[in-house]
């Protein structure tokens, strides 16, 4: 095979998206993630080691695949995700949910947030009073 193929995504990246790398890197590599899935775990040092081989000629982006059937925080997890990206703070707690996949609960996210957020008073906002005392 001497020709290099390019394949388009059916559903391109937007600014909605998540990602890391230059925008205009040389591959694109998308997740479809679940923070509770325990191969989504498995595969996160792997795609932190291609990050670092790869550098700027990878852009990674991730999008939220909660499956609650089968995860049920996972859903609870993406939105914590998605309150701490609103402060521009998305791949940090991504990678803390990864590094603590078993422990999803509120009260384990607040304590995330609190350890992550630059603003208090939203992760206050986002969980329950009991989850934050």
């Known amino acids: 095979m001497s020709t290099e193929e390019v394949v388009r995504l059916k559903n391109p990246v937007t600014e ?61 997890a993406a939105e914590a995700a998605e309150a701490a990206g609103a402060q521009g703070k998305f791949w940090q707690m991504h990678d803390e949910l990864f590094a603590h996949q ?11 947030a609190r350890r992550i957020w630059t603003f208090i008073g939203r992760a206050n906002c986002f969980f329950s009073r009991e989850a934050i005392s």
């Open 16 to 76: 909605r998206d998540h990602f890391n790398g230059r925008e205009d890197g040389a591959v694109t590599l998308l997740e479809y993630g679940n923070f509770e899935c325990v191969d989504c775990g498995r595969i996160f040092p792997i795609i932190k080691q291609v990050q670092k081989v790869l550098g700027n000629n990878l852009r990674f982006v991730f999008r939220h695949f909660p499956s609650v059937k089968t995860h049920p925080y996972a859903m609870r």
């Open 102 to 112: 078993r422990f999803l609960e509120d009260q384990h996210l607040a304590r995330y």
